[in-house]
């Protein structure tokens, strides 16, 4: 009995472990369906699958390479994607020097005085002259006084009646050219004589005071307008220099000088 016991048990040890190696294979036997792939994507392999799991381990690893680019589809309604830039360093380029100033070059002047004119038509024409020449031109007026001559005088007595008894006295001791002032600041004055040369004039003063006579010399003067022409011309243009003294040469009573430049 008890043998018959033990294998009944043996048979029925072994026929649950067969029951659950079947239910187990069974359960792994089912066809497993891969989930399908959007379009343009390669399911993934396994190098053991391929047979070359053995080689890759043995071998070194492939250097890599950069990936290709991204090409960004458009459709022709729609404007070109703007391409991402590469953030760039904080570090800007230095900006381009400024080109260096040019140098000045400074035109040496030499400056000349044409004058005195005492006609302003020859000033006029001399100034239509030079502007011809291209130089540098001002014109300038001056009134200057002139000696036109010398007085020779006694100074104004009290009255006419006086004046007349000191003409007669005078002309007694033999000295005639005898006038009496009759109006102005010298009224009542007797004129001695009036020279248009100086040492002429001082020979009557002298002669009169020799005579015991208090007489004055005095300068006449007159105005007169003058023209001058101050020209500035480039040094190197001795030309134009050498025009400015030919027109000084047209006038006898002009002289062409040399002054220092402004």
Known sequence: MRLIFVFFL???????????????????????????LPPGVESLVLLRERGLGSAVANSKPA????????VVATSPRQPPATPILAKTSSISEPSPMPPAPKELTLVEMACFTLGPFTKPANAGKA??????????????????????????????LKNYTAARKKVKKIQEMGLGDLF??????????????LFKQRDAAIGRLDQVKAKGLKAVMETQYRAKKQ?????????????AIGSLAEIAEGYPRVNLSQRACE
């Open 180 to 193: 009496i002032m009759g109006k102005g600041s010298r009224k009542n004055a007797i004129s001695l004589g």
């Open 127 to 156: 100034a239509k002259r030079i502007r011809a020449l291209e130089a540098q031109l001002e014109q300038r007026e001056e009134s200057r006084r002139t000696p036109k001559g010398y007085w020779v005088y006694l100074p104004p």
């Open 10 to 36: 043996l048979l029925n040890a072994a026929y649950f472990y067969w029951q659950s190696e079947w239910f187990t294979a069974q359960k792994n036997s089912g066809i497993l369906v891969p989930a399908a």
């Open 227 to 239: 023209v001058w022409l101050d020209v500035g011309v480039s040094a190197d243009r001795t030309s």
């Open 63 to 70: 250097p890599e390479t950069a990936p290709p680019p991204l």
